[in-house]
């Protein structure tokens, strides 16, 4: 896979790929543009190169539809502040009228397409979009590594209809870290599952139990491996159809050689609220009709020891529902434990990401991965198509 710093680009029409998908509120003001700021180095080194920047993304799910509400127009406005130059805003991202537009680009311009998701045929990767995007450029950069796992018009079609294609900054790095902790780790290697559910995440977990020496299982997830095993789990999420699975998957582990951790106790909830009565109990004590909805103090105590050797870490999915302060000590207590161990650090997820920008360690972590689903499915051992079509 070619980067971006291999490729000739001066006066080159160059078709950039990013994941600008960012959250706005109810005046159209961008409240987090962390994923702009991670593609800057890529279009700044485009334009440094004389290239003719065109940049393309999706924002929300208009479902195939021109919908303004999902335009990119306030994001070409916060764009033009972070690289300080000019951006023109397309009226669409293909046909006559774009193609014009860029014709008039010189070196180092910078254009914006509209929203790729306005046509239905991007997300249903057709043969035919994926033709008129790549009409537009001379090269094609993929620094879109959170879309990376789709197989989109913008992602993998466009791609193979552009001869001079290669990997930005942005995607290559994600690529990189992912493989210098899974492919090549610094042992011993620690694998940290969260979040609500085992079926999400199980592909994963399977995938890593061959590659990890130890592994965290906390969250929601946690508590269909805990009735597994005949314990009583309350109220709490539980995936009964999976209980076999769980079950199998505790002894493949210890067949393995797998150390695996399972929280020991619980801040339980007689409801799923902020203000709800809440109390720590064992993991045998959950009270029937309660919930569990965050690892306890000694589960903290018990993953942090589990964590003191490590010297890679992988962590997908909180502990608990930390959205809710009632509930967030367990994730902030197992944040501050990643960020001050001395291990290649990374983070994937929203919720992950989200968790250590919560607790104030952002700086403390190696590499907080911009894309939830593409690095899950890493995890699962399986190739991105938008990263296999630049090969």
Same mark, same amino acid.
């Not at 992912?178 to 609500?196: E, K, Y």
């Not at 199980?202 to 061959?210: T, V």
């Given at each position: 896979m070619r980067g971006v710093k291999d490729l000739q680009l001066e006066n080159k029409r160059v078709l950039v790929r990013v994941d600008f998908n960012v959250p706005m509120d109810d005046q159209g003001n961008i409240t987090d543009d962390i994923r702009m700021r991670r593609a800057l180095p890529t279009l700044e080194y485009i334009r440094e190169q004389k290239g003719r920047l065109i940049i393309c993304s999706h924002r929300g799910r208009p479902k195939g539809e021109k919908n303004p509400d999902f335009g990119l127009k306030p994001v070409a406005v916060h764009l033009e502040t972070l690289l300080n130059h000019p951006v023109t805003m397309a009226g669409d991202c293909i046909g006559q009228e774009v193609e014009q537009q860029i014709e008039q680009l010189g070196p180092g311009d910078v254009l914006m397409l509209e929203n790729l998701r306005f046509y239905k045929q991007e997300t249903d990767n057709e043969a035919g979009f994926s033709e008129s995007l790549a009409k537009l450029s001379d090269v094609y950069v993929n620094d879109a590594f959170a879309v990376s796992h789709r197989a989109h018009a913008s992602v993998a079609g466009v =791609?193979?209809?552009?001869?001079?294609?290669? #990997?930005?900054?942005? %995607? @290559?790095?994600?690529?990189?870290?992912?493989? @210098? #902790?899974?492919?090549?780790?610094?042992?011993? %290697?620690?694998?940290?599952?969260?979040? #609500?559910?085992?079926?999400?995440?199980?592909? =994963? %977990?399977?995938?890593?139990?061959?590659?990890?020496?130890?592994?965290?299982?906390?969250? =929601?997830? #946690?508590?269909?491996?805990?009735?597994s095993q005949g314990f009583s789990i309350g109220d709490s999420l539980v995936e009964s159809d999976l209980l076999n699975t769980a079950r199998d998957f505790l002894d493949k582990a210890e067949k393995q050689g797998v150390k695996l951790f399972l929280p020991v106790d619980f801040v339980v909830a007689d409801s799923f609220s902020g203000e709800a009565v809440t109390k720590n109990v064992t993991y045998r004590e959950i009270p029937d009709n309660w919930l569990a909805l965050d690892i306890g103090p000694a589960t903290s105590a018990y993953f942090q020891e589990a964590l003191a050797d490590a010297r890679t870490i992988v962590w997908n999915g909180p502990m608990g529902a930390f959205e809710m302060d009632s509930f967030a000590r367990g994730t902030m207590a197992l944040c501050h434990a990643v960020a001050s161990s001395h291990a290649l650090s990374i983070t994937g997820g929203g919720d992950s990401n989200a968790a250590v920008k919560k607790a104030g360690v952002s700086d403390s972590i190696s590499y907080m991965s911009t894309g939830g689903g593409a690095f899950l499915r890493l995890m699962e051992g399986k190739t991105l198509p938008g990263v296999e079509v630049l090969k």
């Open positions: =791609a193979g209809c552009v001869e001079t294609k290669g #990997a930005g900054f942005l %995607l @290559q790095k994600e690529m990189d870290y992912f493989h @210098q #902790a899974m492919d090549n780790p610094i042992r011993p %290697l620690t694998a940290i599952v969260g979040g #609500a559910k085992v079926s999400s995440k199980l592909g =994963a %977990l399977e995938n890593m139990l061959s590659r990890v020496d130890k592994m965290i299982i906390g969250g =929601a997830m #946690a508590n269909t491996f805990l009735k």
